[in-house]
């Protein structure tokens, strides 16, 4: 998980990661929670700070909820 969070810090993409990843994280990224229905796991978007308002951040963290919702993960 270290290399996909420093592809991350790099902006070079944002990742879908389980809750065991969360430590340590680099400087510059945030772990947002994906949250769904019944979910089973702790599972968190990890984008750079401050790209939150991006459009296609945005769509993507929803895309991700959805499917987590959908999947009951």
Known sequence: WTAI???VEAEMGVAFV???ARLPVPEGVV???V???????HLYAAIRCGTEARP???RYIAA???VVVAAAV
């Open 56 to 58: 296609a951040i945005a």
């Open 18 to 20: 389980p809750r065991a």
């Open 5 to 7: 969070l420093a592809l």
């Open 31 to 33: 772990m947002l929670p």
């Open 35 to 41: 949250e769904g229905h019944n979910t089973r796991r």
């Open 64 to 66: 991700l909820r959805d």
